[in-house]
């Protein structure tokens, strides 16, 4: 139980949660808090506290009840709602594809590694297990220059990863159907695996979705590292995806 309440408190902070903020606030202090071991045994606990028991028992056995064998699917129990690492994944049955050819990002140039590095405000890490990148974008500057997105290309463009800081404001929004978003885990960290193709819209620094920009993906892994992110596509495998994202450095 000790590591299923841990996944549960990380996913606190990836959860989209309604307005007003003050009550997001809260609720994410609340279940941030350290939770007794035991309830004390020394007469009732006040009536203030126990609806906290009584939720923490709800949730758990509700997620003990949906979760496959092997809890690799945790995702899944919050599917719609899920925001990891600046992508925001929501799913519906049947999301509507693309309707024509994908613009490119805004402002989207190609340059080398060592000017891509220095065009943006955190460190640019390559997968050892691919080598050196056939091409390196760069996309979306703010107003003094820097970047925000960079992105390595292999395979003639088929695989890709794009990193990012995503701290702060969604930079890509995922519409996936049906079953196939779930936890995995990346340097023994948690990592979000979209499986199959699925529509992917990019998020500009106003927070708009640009709908122009909008694909058909394949599978994505999505991890996050000393606060950059990174989404790895391609035709890949799980483990193939995994092995990838392990080597990065």
């Known amino acids: 139980m000790d590591d299923l309440e841990r996944e549960l408190r990380d996913l606190s902070s990836w ?8 009550i997001t606030a809260r609720v994410r202090a609340r279940i941030a808090a350290p939770m007794p071991r035991r309830l004390r045994t020394a007469g009732p606990a006040p009536r203030r506290r126990r609806w906290r028991y ?4 709800t949730l758990v056995a509700l997620v003990v009840a949906v979760l496959p064998p092997g809890r690799a699917a945790v995702a899944d129990v919050v599917a719609g709602l899920l925001r990891f690492a600046g992508v925001t994944i929501t799913t519906s049955p049947t999301p509507a594809p693309p309707t024509s050819t994908p613009s490119p990002l805004p402002s ?3 340059v080398a590694l060592h000017e ?33 997105v960079a992105t390595l290309l292999y395979r003639g463009g088929a695989l890709r990863i794009d990193a990012f800081d995503g701290r702060l404001d969604p930079v890509f929004q995922k519409q996936a159907s049906g079953p196939g978003t779930e936890m995995v885990q990346v340097d023994a960290g948690f990592a979000v695996w979209v499986a199959g193709p699925h529509t992917l819209t990019y998020v500009d620094r106003s927070g708009r979705a640009r709908t122009e920009t909008a694909r058909l ?29 392990n080597s990065v450095a």
């Open 54 to 57: 009584y939720l923490g028992a």
């Open 116 to 148: 891509a590095q220095r065009m943006v405000l955190f460190p640019i890490l390559t997968p050892a297990r691919l080598g050196p990148a056939e091409r390196i974008e760069v996309a979306d500057p703010d107003d003094a220059g820097a970047y925000r």
């Open 15 to 22: 959860l989209e949660t309604p307005e007003p903020p003050e």
């Open 108 to 110: 989207q140039q190609a």
């Open 217 to 245: 993906a394949t599978s994505t892994l999505i991890w996050e590292r000393a606060g950059v992110s990174y989404r790895l596509e391609g035709d890949l495998t799980q483990r193939e995806a995994i092995a990838i994202a």
